[in-house]
């Protein structure tokens, strides 16, 4: 083991420790019990944990105490990032599916996609919305740095947009971060155009743009639009201001192309450059549809990079995912939104935990699973109770309540 490293994991644990608040102890025991805890039936099991060391219904009451500031977090989270490249940040929301909590205040229909083919992608629960750092360029690592409910009076959009311009104020540098087609639209991106940071987001294809007026001819009102640019009508596509073609391993030949200076109906005045990826040697009777990207932003990278920048923004899903699965972020079922939003905010902790503790552990695979050189966040999950063994808790120890059998019984005796 690196000494650095876990003196680095025991510092941030300790540092969060302190900023937790009401319930931290049970908190922490309640995380570590995560941790080390592959699959549970129902969230009370996590009090079984050898490292949970108090009884089942401090799971509950701490939850109620205590509420993590996101805020805080955050700024510990953002002091683990490295500063020798530009810091890519990555956007999305999910759903929480609660149907059968009638009783839960603040339940939304949110978008969530069912397994059965003609079934309607939505559900009721509550929405949260993530920005996270993707640290590196291939792999499912997502850090979040804010995770956060969506209330019912307000939208992904708006949230989305707040919670951007919360972490640029605290990155020392300017970032890029990256969005799905339901933020390529008009909305995001004039919430966003104050806000110091790049954005790289995808575009449905039935959106439509607008190029530049032409020139003013000094009668009548000036054109604030230019010609239509229609994604999924290649007869409005005028000549792309650059082209380039190049040879991926995994899917072979692709051109990408660039439209500078387009713009949204309801945002004339925010120019935006346009991107299509398509792959060149798909099946000509049933080819593949474009990959449609709009860039916003200072520098603009090389445009052969465009289309890997973009897809860093799946690990968000590997994310969500991983939550659900090895977490357990939608095992509990919790009576209030404030004890929802407690315990969702230390997913995020979880997760920056297991980042750090990744040069710490060894591969440990399960006897049908096959080694990994480079380790998953659930890999390294597998090996977090040896790691915690080391380096221990900043929790400290219950005390009962209530006087001991002894004292009691000398007592009792003397009298």
Known sequence: MTMTTIDQLKQFRQGVYTILGNGRDALFDLMDAV???RGVKSFVELSLSPVFRRKWSSIYECLSDSKPAPEKLMESYIKQIPHTQQIVLAGDHTAWSRLEAVTLKERTYEHQAQAMSGS??????????????????????ALPLL???????????????SQLKQVCEKLPTRPLSLWDAEYGCASFVKQTADIAADK?????????????????????????HGAKFKLNDSETWWKADSFVEVKDPKLGWLRLRLWLNLHFQQSAKIKMHL???????????????????????????????????????FAVDHWYRFASQRLHWTVPKLNTPQQCESWSDLLPLMTWQL???????????????QPQAKLTPGRVAQAMGGVLGVIGTPAVVPKPRGKSPGLGYWQTTTA
């Not at 449905?204 to 190029?211: H, I, T």
């Not at 980042?355 to 699973?369: E, F």
């Open 147 to 161: 995770h956060e409910r969506i209330t019912s009076f307000t939208n992904p959009i708006e949230k989305a947009a």
């Open 200 to 224: 790289l987001f995808r575009l449905r294809s039935n959106r439509l743009l607008y190029g530049e007026p032409r020139a003013y001819t000094g009668v009548g009102r000036p054109r604030i």
């Open 355 to 369: 980042w750090l503790a990744r040069d710490i552990v060894t591969d440990n695979p399960l006897p049908w699973q």
């Open 35 to 37: 941790l080390i805890t």
């Open 275 to 313: 991107i299509q990826v398509q792959r060149l040697n798909e099946d000509a009777a049933n080819p593949a549809k474009p990959l449609w990207l709009v860039w916003l932003g200072l520098s603009m990278p090389q445009l052969s990079q465009f289309w890997q920048l973009y897809l860093r923004r």
């Open 120 to 141: 309607k992608p939505v559900t009721l629960g509550q929405g949260y919305s993530t920005i996270a750092w993707i640290p590196e360029v291939e792999g499912s690592w």
